[in-house]
């Protein structure tokens, strides 16, 4: 019996053709692919002529479904994680895989690739030699963001846009009127990168989903 193994593929956060030629040897490699959402990862894989089983994982019922897929290794079968775009565990599904994969002896090996996080900081001019990245704001009161207040560097964030303004409020609150970019639809058609002042952005509107960086203090 060959020794399991879980590989964490990062996939194209939009467009197809930066996926890795590594994350396509292993995909096709695997004996099966644990995604969440199994319509997005369906379209990835037929586009490059993949066909794997998949297993869905998604954040609900991860602890349920990560005992299933240890099982499924333990057996001697080889698995991908990916996430529906970019790079698992980063605000994606896949902390509570690994870690039962690592507690149950599994290698777990990395295939990196596509991140709007790493993305969005070298499109960036606002010299982000040093980061925080927070993932997705907590929604209500400002002490998240308190807790960032005197970090000597750039803060990051992942936000829907339609809710932007209203952690632009917060932030000029906690931050004061610092230095921002907002990158929007990364690698996408309608990509683009918005730089200002954080007041600049109370009243924008956008779609999807954003990575905003805000400047150091």
């Known amino acids: 019996m060959s020794s399991p193994e879980l590989f ?5 956060i939009g467009n197809l053709g930066d996926i890795t030629l590594r994350a396509l040897e292993v995909l096709k ?7 969440e959402d199994t319509r997005r990862t369906s379209n990835l894989l ?28 333990l057996e001697g079968k080889k698995a991908a994680l990916v996430t529906d775009a970019g790079t698992p565990l980063l605000s994606d599904p896949g902390a509570i895989l690994v870690k039962k994969a690592v507690n149950r002896g599994i290698r777990v090996i990395p295939v990196p690739g596509p991140s709007s996080l790493t993305a969005a900081l070298s ?4 010299g982000c030699l040093r ?3 927070w993932g997705f704001p907590k929604r209500k009161g400002k002490r998240d963001l308190e807790t960032l207040k005197e970090f000597p560097g750039c803060l990051v ?36 990168i918005l730089r200002g002042k954080i007041s600049d952005f109370l009243q924008w509107e956008g779609r999807g989903e954003v990575v905003l960086i805000i400047s150091s203090r």
């Open 8 to 12: 964490v593929v990062a996939t194209p």
């Open 46 to 73: 037929n586009h490059y002529g993949i066909r794997k089983p998949l297993v869905s994982y998604y954040a609900p019922r991860e602890r349920e479904k990560a005992e299933v897929i240890i099982q499924k290794l």
């Open 157 to 192: 964030f992942f936000e829907r846009a339609s809710r932007v303004p209203k952690l632009m409020k917060k932030a000029l609150e906690v931050f004061g009127d610092r230095e921002c970019e907002i990158h929007r639809e990364l690698t996408k058609v309608h990509e683009e």
């Open 131 to 133: 980061f925080v990245f």
């Open 29 to 35: 490699e695997v004996d099966f692919v644990v995604c």
């Open 123 to 126: 499109a960036s001019a606002l």
